[in-house]
């Protein structure tokens, strides 16, 4: 009998190697069909809370940001691509365009939250996928009205939820709960609340985690 595990998936929509992660675990989950059951959760992160809706060149950005030059951010693409090339996920070629700011994003994914984990999940790869492999604005509401819809929730709904700035302390509570864990870098996937597993991990790694808590659970 499989044995049920609490998966928080704490991440951004504007983080590459939280696309990667989220794809890898799902390709880990989908090897231990049978082991392991997961109760997936996805749980808000901003890389950057202060950004201004007009958003920031990437490049500027991860200049003023890290101090790196075009080239090595070039690099950087390329070896996220390719890790994500093997997982399933397609990265545009062009790059990333501009960074902006998610909070509207993850007060959508609250609400998707409410109508049920797989609602809430086909979201959060719907949203990874319109930014990181179409460069869509994840802070338009339009955009994000948009992607509900296409992953079958209410759009007009939708449209409310974001006009209306619901969900707002929530999400922020949320946000201090995990950084009060210590969470400071994203992708971070927390099994049963006490067991951490960080970063953008390949599916082998994350199906040998997943398989080694689930015996001790058992």
Known sequence: MAKTLKIDFVSDVACPWCAVGLASLETALGKLQGEVQAELHFQPFELNPQMGPEGQDVTEHLTGKY??????????????????????????????????????????????GEQGAQQQRDLKMALLKSYHGEGRNPADHAVLADVAASVGLDRQQAAEVLAGGR??????????????????????????????????????????????LAEQAA
Request: glycine content about 10%; aromatic content about 10%; charged content about 20%.
């Open 67 to 112: 101090g790196s030059t075009p080239e090595q951010q070039a690099q950087s693409r390329a070896a996220i691509a390719q890790r994500g090339a093997s997982v399933g996920f397609q990265f545009r070629k062009e790059g990333r365009g501009r960074v902006w700011n998610t909070f509207d994003a993850h007060r959508l994914l609250y609400w998707a």
């Open 167 to 212: 969900y707002t302390d929530e999400v922020r509570e949320s946000e201090r709960h995990f950084q009060q864990m210590g969470i400071q870098a994203v992708p971070s996937v927390i099994v049963n609340g006490r067991h951490l597993i960080q970063g953008g991990q390949p599916p082998e790694v994350f199906e040998q985690a997943l398989r080694q």
